[in-house]
T-cell receptor, first 112, second 113 residues
Framework: DAGVIQSPRHEVTEMGQEVTLRCKPISGHDYLFWYRQTMMRGLELLIYFNNNVPIDDSGMPEDRFSAKMPNASFSTLKIQPSEPRDSAVYFC??????????FGQGTRLTVV | GESVGLHLPTLSVQEGDNSIINCAYSNSASDYFIWYKQESGKGPQFIIDIRSNMDKRQGQRVTVLLNKTVKHLSLQIAATQPGDSAVYFCAENWGNAGNMLTFGGGTRLMVKP
């Protein structure tokens, strides 16, 4: 397995634009997590899914953020409209039951 | 993935020495703990885990110690190598469904040749 695959690796967008981050979890994993990493706040859990169903989205900062998991092999995190303070590295991770999460390489988002 | 910057505690060790990285966790109900290593430009990578019914677990060159009384976790790396230079995070597993990992702020390990 190639591990958790995220795309794009880097995204630069203008304030107000819609941004969509993509994730392909490891096959067979039934948990998927979206994290955000910044210098000020470290690694923060935004939302996680179990069997494609959102379980806890209490970490999603505001309504501009939304996440979907239409099937077991794909998830998206969307920001609409984007703001400069959304600039961060966004990680997707997956796991099999409540064990260690395997992280993707991350998407570095810059909103100018 | 650039993890953190100027505010990270830093541990500087000589190559070949042992390293000890400490972590204080927040939730006494946490029952599972993980250490992650994050190299520059990469996502966190699993190193070792421990459940709350244990106080010590060993892996290859790494040992994790858990002290539930004071809610303290440590990672010991034996014979530290330049490739060990990275940011290390501890994470605790808690939450209603027991499936949420909460990460600490991280410690930067620098290995001097």
């Amino acid at each position: 397995d190639a591990g958790v695959i995220q795309s794009p690796r880097h995204e630069v967008t203008e304030m107000g634009q819609e941004v969509t981050l993509r994730c392909k979890p490891i096959s067979g994993h039934d948990y998927l997590f979206w994290y955000r990493q910044t210098m000020m706040r470290g690694l923060e859990l935004l939302i996680y899914f179990n069997n494609n169903v959102p379980i806890d989205d209490s970490g999603m900062p505001e309504d501009r953020f939304s996440a979907k998991m239409p099937n077991a092999s794909f998830s998206t995190l969307k920001i609409q409209p984007s703001e400069p303070r959304d600039s961060a590295v966004y990680f997707c991770a997956s796991s099999f039951r409540p064990t260690e999460a395997f992280f993707g390489q991350g998407t570095r988002l810059t909103v100018v | 993935g650039e993890s953190v910057g100027l505010h990270l505690p830093t541990l500087s060790v000589q190559e070949g020495d042992n390293s000890i990285i400490n972590c204080a966790y927040s939730n006494s109900a946490s029952d599972y703990f993980i250490w992650y290593k994050q190299e520059s430009g990469k996502g966190p990578q699993f190193i070792i885990d421990i459940r709350s019914n244990m106080d010590k677990r060993q892996g290859q060159r790494v040992t994790v110690l858990l002290n539930k009384t004071v809610k303290h976790l440590s990672l010991q790396i034996a014979a530290t190598q330049p490739g060990d230079s990275a940011v290390y995070f501890c994470a605790e597993n808690w939450g209603n469904a027991g499936n949420m990992l909460t990460f600490g702020g991280g410690t930067r390990l620098m290995v001097k040749p």
